[in-house]
Each structure stands twice: as C-alpha cells, then as structure tokens.
C-alpha cells in the first residue's frame, strides 16, 4: 500500500512538473496585478484588492532614489511605478497625479503655446494642474532561491519515490522565486510619513516546463506579467498595498479638486 501510494505521488509529481504549475499565494505569495482604472472604475482588477469607498486626497508616486534591488537578467522594466499606479488607481483611495512623462508632456505643450504655435484658446493654460497632497515613495529587494537540490535528496531516499524514473532529477528544477516591498507614504503638507506597509511574495516554479515557460515569457514580452519574476514583484506590491489602504482609511480626507467631467447618461 505504501508503495502504491509513493508511485502515484511520484507520478503527480512528474505531472505537475511537466505542466509547469505555478501556485502563487498573497502574503507568502500574490497575484499579477492586471485589469484597468479610469471613469468607468476599476476594471478586471483582482478579487483580493483592498478599497476605498471614495479617494482620501491626490496622490504622486515617486521614484525610490536608492534605485530598485533587480537582477538583470530578469529583464523586468526599470521601475514598479507604473505598476503601483494602477494598483493605487484600481483601489479608489486616491487620485493619482502624473508627476513623470505625463507632466513633461503638460509643460511643453504650455511652452508651445506660449510660443505661438498652439492655438490659444487651447484647453493647455497655466493654473490649472492639481497639487499631490501625498506622495508615495516604493522599495523593492528581489531575491531567489533554489531548492531543488534539497528536494531531490529527500525524494531519493523515499522508498518508492526514488524508483520513480527522473523524478529527483526534476525535483532539483524546482526554484522558489521571492520578493520583498516597501510602500513608504508622506504628506506634502506636513513632510511627515503618515503611513508604511512592507510586502511579500512567493511563487514556486514546479519541473523543467516551467522554468521554459518562464524563459520564453522573457524573452517574448518583457514586462510585469510574462516572466515569474515580474509577476511575483507584482504580487508583493499588491500585498503591499492592501497593508497600506488599512492605515489610509483612517486619514481624514482632504479637500479635493473638482472631479474629471464625465459624459452625462441619456435620459
């Protein structure tokens, strides 16, 4: 009996490594961070994504001025930015205002009118951008770890395990990939950091297929949500975040700039 159970053990073992099954779990693990944010509201976003019933104040999100801890072999984008923009976005507690490539878009398109080449009754006029009343600052320290060989030392000495043709040869492609984040908050008002929450995030890669599956995601699209480690940065900084939207909710909200007009519904 305990023989039969080894083999068909191993025999799911074998599976799952040639399907290449990913298990990712919030706090240990997480989830890509995906969908949209807009007028229409949060679109596609994940189930576990913490809310807001309504924005607290404007919001910028800075660089980190240390730069952020990835390998570059993992050709992910050189900033989780944008990344932390739509989760911010997505979540309703703030507004967030562009203080990158969109805000130098503002400007030169001002300075453009004021040089005589844009009409002048254009929508583009000084006074009119809204001040950030926070602004939140991400860390990120990336880090693997393999541990195959571990594994496949205790499936080879399993009686019944260690019959199963190249089953501890596949144990030792086993890689746990994790991430560890950071999401520091500060009033621009005060200079103060009013709020902080760290993240965390594990994924396991199971057999050869996987780790195939997630070089050629690589390769194919570089970015958050086609490479294992993309999406377990992803999935810490969604952690992260919820962590964050719990102290945010206890902030009093600010007084906020009127709302971006919307179409009127047809009555």
């Not at 607290?56 to 944008?82: F, I, K």
């Not at 004021?114 to 006029?125: F, H």
Request: net charge positive.
């Amino acid at each position: 009996m305990k023989t039969r159970f080894a083999l068909a053990l191993g025999a799911a073992l074998v599976a799952l490594a040639g399907c290449g099954e990913k298990k990712t779990e919030l706090g240990e693990g997480g989830s890509v961070v995906a969908g949209s944010a807009g007028p229409a509201g949060a679109q596609g976003a994940a189930k576990e994504l913490t809310r807001c019933d309504a924005p607290v104040a404007t919001l910028a999100l800075a660089e980190n001025p240390n730069g952020y801890t990835m390998h570059a072999n993992y050709q992910l984008p050189a900033s989780p930015v944008p990344l932390i923009k739509l989760i911010a976005q997505q979540s309703g507690c703030f507004r967030v205002m562009d203080r990158a490539a969109g805000l130098r878009s503002t400007v030169q398109e001002q300075e453009l009118k004021e040089a005589g080449i844009l009409r002048q009754n254009s929508t583009v006029s000084k006074g009119k951008g809204y001040e950030a009343q926070y602004t939140l600052v991400p860390s990120l320290t990336f880090s693997e770890q393999d541990a195959g060989r571990g594994l496949g030392g205790v499936i080879a000495a399993i009686p019944g395990l260690n019959q199963v043709p190249g089953l501890a040869g596949i144990a030792e492609q086993v890689k746990f990939k994790e991430a560890q984040v950071a999401l520091l908050l500060t009033d621009n008002e005060t200079t103060e950091q009013v709020a902080a929450a760290t993240g965390a995030a594990r994924t396991t890669d199971l057999g050869v297929g996987g780790l195939v599956l997630g070089k050629a995601g690589a390769a194919g699209g570089i970015g958050w949500s086609n490479t294992n480690e993309g999406k377990v940065i992803a999935a810490a900084f969604f952690d992260a975040h919820n962590k964050l939207v719990g102290q945010v909710r206890e902030l009093q909200a600010k007084a906020l700039p009127p709302a971006v007009p919307l179409k009127t519904s047809a009555r």
